[in-house]
Every structure is written in structure tokens, then in C-alpha cells.
């Protein structure tokens, strides 16, 4: 097609999609946007009216075509993508199909892949019909195209499952929620079953059940010794029945905190099994005698996580018979000074050297505050009602003594909870012993008592160690949730995600804390080019002072921050062109972080939006480089598309 018929086509084409609504005259911003909208171009309404006003040359609240064409021109055509569109155009109007290709080939994808694609590309994204029957691709449909979730920068492969789910389960991340029930503070907040359904919609697969007893026989759900409200045990079950595998098709893990009586147990056990039917496991599976199931064995069951008597064996005599009066007795040591003292006594024994790193090695432990002052072991009895205890097969709750303890008496089905604080002593004390832990059995860290304001705790330190289960509150915005979220969109937002090799390989002498020659190191440069009608702020204006910040999170050596200069009084296209870059020690482990803020002198920086996801989950291109674009989301998690940055990316192994 030839320039000057492809321009005449552009115009015919734009004025057959917006004529008819001039029909009458004028339009105003509401008639604007909606326009947009039905063009095919998403728009942030606010920075429409903005750019509405700037163009309304009468002042009258209403446009003419014309002056709705400027509009149009200013939101889609924009400068960094028409200086992309005119190097690949030989005529700075069209892109020939062969043009297309040598851009896929160059920026975006595989040689081979680049020429079977183009065409799908143009058939997909091009709106003119003369051009696209030419094999043909105009600037509109190129912007489409870039705007496109095919240019996001997570890679498509990693939004379904694709990972081997047939390891065992302790071979896996689990995304998991603490508290779950509860949607503000730990303290007077309400419960709320919403806890229960948007956890499981965002992936969760470990959910926490605080169990109490209530009136008329009717267990209840809430924070103990609290004023945070109340919900039935029997609604919380019915919401998760409902939508436990609405998002993923992998097993759920019922984390009971279970203070009931044993007659309320057995309630609890009646509800369990009616509620949920087939798909609560109740039985060991037959391939899976001594040894913890996969993902896969699992999909569509739930699992419950509580105290549990006996052995699995007697468990499986007792299907059938009557369990209803029957009670056994669980018994626990409540003091833990007497452990710490125990896995002081273990250093000589576990390697860690000469008397004197020994000694050292205490000291740090005493600065620590991880020896307690000695005393006397209390015996904590309860009672189970054995028809719960029963329906406990994988997940037993099993008290964290010390490692020394789980390797010579742990069970492949128990599972230890252990508190952020003594978890973080652990981590940076017995690391070796820690990982080797987490490679045989299901950890779960939660966040400390004194976060009665239910903030949470950076869970990029325990994933460095292998734990499986690290427990966030879900309802708290703010950066933890942001790497939980971007954790798991991996695999499918599936909730499970396999561990690196070096955390489930016995043999792997894998440190977080030091640098090791056997990494695979990857180098990542950014160009941050441009911003995309970034959010606005709460004032509405988008004349904000905007920035970026681009972090890495992983083991400790990974972690950078660097920051962009502030654009002045432009938070609809700031342009940056600055370059970052990065060197990534443990990619397995690593999550990238963009996070858009509006400059403030006086009351500091204002959020303004946010994107977390896998290092390893970012779209390479050919030649290990490409345009991608990052879709922002807010504090809460939510999308503000159309706002986005816009940046070129590569790599180097």
C-alpha cells in the first residue's frame, strides 16, 4: 500500500469510528472517554479530563472533532513508541510485514518464532482493514500491540503451570496466610469470612482456622482472648468449600488452632467431612505409605493441619468404627530454655569447630537473647477427640523442639510452626542445619505475638532457607505482601511453587549468607524509558513529581536498590531513559520490585504503585533482550492498568 493511500486510509478508518458521535455537536469528557474506550484504548479518566481541559480551546466543557483527534493523538501516539515504530519503517507510515519481522527478530522473540508470529501479530492487533488485508501494520496497530499483554514483562510460560508437581510436598514454596479470618488488627478487628475467600482467590493453599468453643454446641472462629468478632466454624468451612480450587486445583491445607473441647471437636470432624465430602483426605494414600505425597497425588483434596494421636497406622485400623465419646491425651512441653540450652550443647557434634568458634558462637547466642534463663519443664496435656485427631494424615502440628531433636525423632508426616523471632535466631545461627531441616519436613513460620497490628515480616529471609509455609496477614498491604504476591504468580498463581534444586538436594552444602563459586550468576540492565498514565495521586492532579525505584530482593548479597531522577509535574509520560543495572548472584531465589512514587519533600514520598515478580519469570526476547512494558498495581494489590512503565530489558549470563 502506498503512503499517501495508507494515510487516506488512517483517516477514513479514524473517522468512521468516532464520526457518528459528533452527529450532534460537541461532546464532553464523560462522551470522551467512553470514545476511547471504544477505540480500543485504555485510559485513565482522570488524566483524560486533564488532557480534555488542556484542549477544550473554548472552555466550554465540550470539543469538536478536531480538537478530540489532538486528544487521541496525544494518548496513543506516543514519542517513544513512534521513535521505535519510524526505526523499523522504511517510510515512517507503514511497517511491511518484513519490517515487523526484523523488529520481533531484533527486540522481542526468536528467529524462528518472530516469522510465524508476525503475521498472527497484524491479523490480532492491526484495526484498519486495508492494512491488515495488505499484511501490513500501521502505528495504530503497532501501539496495540506494544500496549498488548504480550509485551508484559512477566513471561507467558510462567502464568500457567509448568513446573514438575510431582515431588514431594515438602520439595515446595506454599503460599500461605496466618490469621486468616481476620481482615484489620489482631486485636478488635472484625473477622470476616471475605479473609477466607479472597486468600483462596489469590492463590493461598494454607489457610489458619482459630477454633474456640461456642454457644449451642457450635464451634466458633476469632482471635482467642480478644474482642475481634465471631464466626461460625461451620461458615468458615462452607466458604473455603466453595472457593478452595476456584484459582488453583492444588491441595489446601486447614492450619487449626484448634482450643475446642473434645465434644466440639467432634462437631468440627462432623462438619469437615459432610462439608467437603470426597475431597478431604481422611486416609494415607496407597502410594504414599511413609513418605509425603506431591502436589499432584493431591489436587482437589484438602488436608487438615492439628495436633493428632497415634500413629497413621492406627488411624487406618480405626476407619469405620465408631469414634463419637472417644478421647486421647496429647501431651507438650511448654518451656523451650531447656532446647536452646540442648542445641548449644550440640555445637561440638554438629561441626561447628574449635572450642574457641564454639565459644564465640555462644556468646553471639546470649547477644541474641536466644539462651532464656532455665526452667522447670511444664507438661502441657490436652485432650483430642480421636474423630479429629483421624482426619490428621500429612499435616500433623508437631512443637518445634530443636534440629538435633527432628533429625533423630521427626515423622515425614509432621509439621513444625515456628515464631519469626526464633526463626530469624536460627537462620543466621544454623543455617546449614536449618535448610537441611526444611529439605525433610513442612515448616511454617508466623508472624510474632506483638504485631497486633497484624504488619508483617520480610518472608524473603525464610524462603532463602527452604521453609514452605510462610505465613503472612494477608489483609496488610505494604512490601512483604508485595513479594508474597509476586512470589506466586509463578507457576500459574497455582499457590505451590518447586524449590531451587540446592534447597531440596541433601547434598547441597547451599549457604543465603555467602557467596558461593557454584552459582549461576545473571547480569540484568534495565533502560527505564518512560512512564504510562501513572496512577494519581489522592489531590487528582497528575502535575506530580515522579520517580522509580527498582529493587532486587533475594539472598542477602542479591539485594540492590537503585532509584530514577524525579520528573517534574509529569505523571502522565514522564520519560527517564536511565539505565540500571544489576548482578544477580541467586537468580532461583530473586524477585524484582518496580515501585512508582510522587516526590514530597515535606511529608516524604507518596506510593503510587507497584509491580513484584520473579527474576527468573521475565521475558528474555532474542538475544536475551526486549521492549516490555510492567503493569502497575496499588497498596491492596489491585490493577491500575492502563498505568505502566515502559522499558527495555537484557541479560547477560
Known amino acids: 500500500?502506498?503512503?499517501?493511500?495508507?494515510?487516506?486510509?488512517?483517516?477514513?478508518?479514524?473517522?468512521?469510528?468516532?464520526?457518528?458521535?459528533?452527529?450532534?455537536?460537541?461532546?464532553?469528557?464523560?462522551?470522551?472517554?467512553?470514545?476511547?474506550?471504544?477505540?480500543?484504548?485504555?485510559?485513565?479518566?482522570?488524566?483524560?479530563?486533564?488532557?480534555?481541559?488542556?484542549?477544550?480551546?473554548?472552555?466550554?466543557?465540550?470539543?469538536?472533532?478536531?480538537?478530540?483527534?489532538?486528544?487521541?493523538?496525544?494518548?496513543?501516539?506516543?514519542?517513544?513508541?513512534?521513535?521505535i515504530f519510524n526505526a523499523y519503517s522504511e517510510n515512517r507510515r507503514i511497517l511491511f510485514e518484513s519490517n515487523l519481522i526484523e523488529f520481533l527478530t531484533q527486540e522481542q522473540y526468536a528467529v524462528e518464532k518472530a516469522k510465524s508470529i508476525a503475521s498472527e501479530?497484524?491479523?490480532?492487533?492491526?484495526?484498519?482493514?486495508?492494512?491488515?488485508k495488505a499484511h501490513q501494520m500501521s502505528l495504530e496497530g503497532f501501539t496495540r500491540y506494544i500496549y498488548s499483554s504480550e509485551c508484559l514483562l512477566f513471561k507467558e510460560e510462567c502464568a500457567k503451570v509448568y513446573q514438575d508437581m510431582t515431588y514431594p510436598l515438602s520439595d515446595y514454596f506454599i503460599s500461605s496466610s496466618h490469621n486468616t479470618y481476620l481482615v484489620s488488627d489482631q486485636l478488635v478487628g472484625p473477622s470476616d469470612l471475605w479473609g477466607y475467600v479472597s486468600a483462596l482467590v489469590k492463590g493461598c493453599r494454607c489457610l489458619e482456622i482459630d477454633c474456640w468453643d461456642g454457644s449451642q454446641d457450635e464451634p466458633v472462629v476469632y482471635h482467642g482472648y480478644t474482642l475481634t468478632s465471631k464466626l461460625l466454624f461451620k461458615t468458615v468451612i462452607q466458604a473455603i468449600n466453595k472457593y478452595a480450587f476456584m484459582t488453583s486445583e492444588y491441595p489446601v491445607v486447614l492450619s487449626l488452632e484448634n482450643h475446642c473441647s473434645p465434644s466440639q471437636q467432634e462437631v468440627m470432624a462432623d462438619i469437615l467431612q459432610t462439608t467437603f465430602g470426597d475431597s478431604l483426605l481422611s486416609d494415607i494414600l496407597n502410594d504414599f505409605p511413609d513418605s509425603l505425597p506431591s502436589p499432584e497425588a493431591l489436587k482437589f483434596k484438602i488436608l487438615v493441619k492439628n495436633k493428632k494421636i497415634g500413629t497413621l497406622k492406627e488411624t487406618r485400623e480405626r476407619i469405620g468404627s465408631d469414634k463419637r465419646g472417644k478421647v486421647g491425651m496429647?501431651?507438650?512441653?511448654?518451656?523451650?530454655?531447656?532446647?536452646?540450652?540442648?542445641?548449644?550443647?550440640?555445637?561440638?557434634?554438629?561441626?561447628f569447630g574449635s572450642k574457641d568458634n564454639q565459644g564465640k558462637e555462644i556468646e553471639t547466642k546470649k547477644s541474641l537473647g536466644v539462651i532464656l534463663f532455665p526452667k522447670k519443664?511444664?507438661?502441657?496435656?490436652?485432650?483430642?477427640?480421636?474423630?479429629?485427631?483421624?482426619?490428621?494424615?500429612?499435616?500433623?502440628?508437631?512443637?518445634?523442639?530443636?534440629?538435633?531433636?527432628?533429625?533423630?525423632?521427626?515423622?515425614?508426616?509432621?509439621?513444625?510452626?515456628?515464631g519469626e523471632t526464633r526463626a530469624r535466631k536460627l537462620s543466621k545461627l544454623r543455617v546449614h542445619e536449618f535448610i537441611f531441616h526444611t529439605r525433610k519436613f513442612i515448616t511454617r513460620i508466623y508472624p510474632k505475638a506483638i504485631r497486633a497490628d497484624s504488619s508483617n515480616f520480610n518472608p524473603q529471609e525464610f524462603w532463602n532457607m527452604g521453609c514452605q509455609m510462610v505465613a503472612l496477614n494477608f489483609q496488610t498491604p505494604g512490601l512483604p505482601m508485595d513479594l508474597q504476591n509476586g512470589k506466586f504468580l509463578d507457576n500459574g498463581g497455582s499457590g505451590y511453587i518447586l524449590k531451587p534444586h540446592f534447597l531440596r538436594d541433601i547434598k547441597s552444602k547451599f549457604n543465603p549468607n555467602i557467596s558461593?563459586?557454584?552459582?549461576?550468576?545473571?547480569?540484568?540492565?534495565?533502560?527505564?524509558?518512560?512512564?504510562?498514565?501513572?496512577?494519581?495521586?489522592?489531590?487528582?492532579?497528575n502535575k506530580l513529581d515522579t520517580l522509580v525505584i527498582i529493587e532486587v530482593f533475594g539472598v542477602p548479597n542479591d539485594h540492590m536498590k537503585r532509584q530514577t531522577r524525579v520528573i517534574k509535574k509529569n505523571a502522565?509520560?514522564?520519560?527517564?531513559?536511565?539505565?540500571?543495572?544489576?548482578?544477580?548472584?541467586?537468580?532461583?531465589?530473586?524477585?524484582?520490585?518496580?515501585?512508582?512514587?510522587?516526590?514530597?519533600?515535606?511529608?516524604?514520598?507518596?506510593?503510587?504503585?507497584q509491580y513484584t515478580?520473579?527474576?527468573?519469570?521475565?521475558?528474555?526476547?532474542?538475544?536475551?533482550?526486549?521492549?516490555?512494558?510492567?503493569?502497575?498495581?496499588?497498596?491492596a494489590g489491585e490493577s491500575l492498568e492502563p498505568a505502566s512503565l515502559f522499558l527495555y530489558v537484557w541479560y547477560v549470563k
Open 330 to 351: 496429647w501431651e507438650e512441653e511448654e518451656v523451650e530454655a531447656e532446647e536452646e540450652e540442648e542445641e548449644l550443647k550440640s555445637l561440638e557434634d554438629d561441626g
Open 613 to 635: 515478580l520473579p527474576v527468573l519469570c521475565m521475558s528474555k526476547g532474542n538475544f536475551l533482550k526486549s521492549y516490555r512494558r510492567v503493569p502497575l498495581f496499588s497498596r
Open 377 to 418: 519443664k511444664k507438661i502441657r496435656k490436652l485432650k483430642i477427640a480421636l474423630a479429629l485427631s483421624d482426619l490428621v494424615i500429612y499435616t500433623k502440628a508437631e512443637k518445634f523442639r530443636s534440629f538435633q531433636y527432628s533429625r533423630q525423632y521427626q515423622q515425614f508426616n509432621e509439621n513444625n510452626s515456628i
Open 121 to 132: 501479530i497484524i491479523q490480532k492487533y492491526e484495526p484498519i482493514d486495508e492494512v491488515r
Open 572 to 609: 502522565f509520560s514522564p520519560r527517564w531513559n536511565e539505565t540500571f543495572t544489576f548482578i544477580v548472584q541467586v537468580p532461583e531465589l530473586a524477585l524484582l520490585r518496580f515501585v512508582v512514587e510522587n516526590s514530597g519533600l515535606i511529608a516524604g514520598n507518596e506510593f503510587l504503585g
Open 1 to 83: 500500500m502506498a503512503p499517501m493511500s495508507h494515510e487516506k486510509s488512517e483517516t477514513r478508518w479514524f473517522l468512521s469510528k468516532i464520526q457518528d458521535e459528533f452527529r450532534g455537536g460537541k461532546i464532553n469528557v464523560e462522551k470522551t472517554h467512553k470514545l476511547l474506550e471504544k477505540l480500543n484504548i485504555q485510559c485513565n479518566y482522570f488524566h483524560v479530563k486533564h488532557i480534555f481541559k488542556d484542549n477544550d480551546r473554548q472552555k466550554q466543557g465540550k470539543i469538536t472533532i478536531e480538537e478530540f483527534r489532538a486528544i487521541y493523538r496525544i494518548i496513543v501516539h506516543r514519542e517513544e513508541i513512534v521513535e
Open 516 to 541: 558461593a563459586n557454584d552459582n549461576d550468576p545473571i547480569a540484568i540492565t534495565i533502560r527505564l524509558i518512560s512512564g504510562i498514565q501513572l496512577p494519581l495521586s489522592s489531590s487528582s492532579s
